[in-house]
């Protein structure tokens, strides 16, 4: 994978499967963030193959079935969102245009604000939030979609001890449920023991 024909991601094999909880370690300008693009379709896909759900990833059609968190939130300052607003969102994606929510749409977006410790928090602007809680609301937005994949572009950074914590039982819910994680991080902390490898 890489930008304008020049590879920087290189070299990779991978399966990655139902479940499994993979962590992606390494120096800044190590590639991470890059292959991470290339899974969901943002950097170019250079040579070798590559498949999603089976399927030859340059026909994979279904995006919807892969949650994403980036590094930075570029979202705060933008528009004057709610919490709620934000995490509606995610739900968005997999939708028909003007297509109504269903109950179990509401059921979701409720399960990904409280699993994500936002009960409560709704009605407040995501600007007025600390960086730590913007990462717990974009988490709840990419897991609203209820995704076959969770891919968190390192979620931890920035954040304190007790927002890592709650990001490691966060991803401990999810991999319960089914989801499939790739985190990408520069160190594990508290998640360390959610990671299969």
Not at 15 to 20: L, N, T, W
Request: aromatic content about 4%; proline content about 5%.
């Amino acid at each position: 994978f890489g930008y304008e024909g020049n590879p920087v991601a290189l070299g990779l094999s991978a399966a990655v499967r139902r479940g499994d909880v993979i962590a992606l370690l390494g120096a800044n300008g190590s590639g991470k963030s890059t292959l991470v693009r290339g899974v969901l379709g943002l950097a170019q896909h250079l040579g070798g193959s590559f498949t999603l759900f089976g399927q030859d990833a340059e026909k994979f059609s279904e995006r919807y079935r892969i949650g994403y968190v980036p590094q930075r939130n570029t979202v705060a300052g933008a528009i004057p969102s709610t919490v709620q607003e934000v995490v509606v969102s995610g739900r968005l994606r997999a939708r028909k245009p003007l297509a109504r929510f269903r109950p179990h749409d509401h059921l979701a977006i409720e399960r990904a604000m409280a699993t994500s410790g936002l009960e409560g928090f709704g009605r407040r602007r995501l600007a007025d939030l600390s960086g730590g809680q913007q990462r717990r609301v974009m988490i709840a937005r990419a897991i609203a979609s209820e995704p076959d994949l969770l891919i968190l572009d390192e979620p931890t950074a920035g954040v304190d001890v007790e927002h890592q914590e709650l990001l490691a039982s966060t991803m401990t819910a999810l991999v319960a449920g089914g989801t499939t994680i790739i985190l990408v991080a520069h160190e594990l902390g508290p998640a360390e023991p959610v990671i299969s490898r």
